[in-house]
């Protein structure tokens, strides 16, 4: 025995599916906005179902990766990569002032100006003062945009008074990461893409041994090559810098949320150069501290996968 509530709903489904269906009594406009409701309704629940799955799915390592049909440019991780957004998005206002300004003036003279509307045409061929606006006012937009420009790129060119300094070495077709002040160097190899555990870890972006960073530390980068040129690219730090052989060039980035930042060698360097991915993990310092410990032990046994030409040359 049915509820009276429940037989009343029962009705009213009915008579929707019949609506629905084609036996279109009563107001046909108002049926076909339930349907529409309907359908929207259902859309959103399923919009919503997805972003809950994949904000399931992407946590952890993976939450830094690139994403599909990503908008903006990543999240900064560093301040020169904050300095870096700011400075974008002080320019991303003025050129959509600038274009917005010339586009105005373009519809005036197309209205103002046209045939109909001015059959005398001036023969007026010079104006000093508009002269003198239209190279004074572009140079003045150079300048505004200049003064920030230098700012922001010698905030990010040098570390001041850096907290630590890890030296990266590019080679044909992985880095090496060196610490000096706590002798600890080791190389970091791309998975191959069998032996990738799809939960965690991401082809073409996961490492065997990622660079570990304590948070909210000034950490000098100083980048170098051992054979061709490569370079060094974390697109969140803000961190683009070639590695060079027989130069060291200079970059820094302070990570100041524990997580993974992914970057990669974005100089072609050779037939494996899409093998040479970055992952730098961002820890607490407590938790850097410990990971020295067990890392000092672990890469003064290991034996290098590679003997490079700098070894060779040591041994003699
Ligand atoms: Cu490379």
Known sequence: MLHGDEQHDRRQKRSFLRAALGDWHGNER??????????????????????????????????????????????PVSPVAVRIHEFHDYLLWLIAAISLFVLVLMIYVCFRFKASNNPNPTKTTHNTFIEILWTAVPVLILVIVAVPSFK???????????????KVTANQWYWTYEYPDQKVTFDSYMIPKEEIDPKTQAYLFSVDNPLVVPTGKKIQLLITSNDVMHSFFLPSAVVQIYGINGRINEAWMQIDKEGWVYGQCNQICGINHSA?????????????????????????SAPPKFRVASTIENKQ
């Open 276 to 300: 040479m991915p970055i992952a730098v993990k961002a820890v607490s310092e407590k938790e850097y501290e410990n990971w020295l410990i067990e890392a000092k032990t672990k890469f003064a």
């Open 152 to 166: 922001t790129l010698y905030y990010g060119d040098r570390a001041v008074d850096p907290d630590m300094t890890i």
């Open 30 to 75: 108002v049926v076909g906005m339930k349907i529409i409701r309907r359908l929207n309704m259902g859309f959103k629940k399923l919009v919503g179902l997805i972003i809950l799955m994949y904000t399931v799915m992407i946590t952890g390592a993976l939450a830094a990766l690139p994403r599909e049909w990503q908008l903006g440019v990543p999240e």
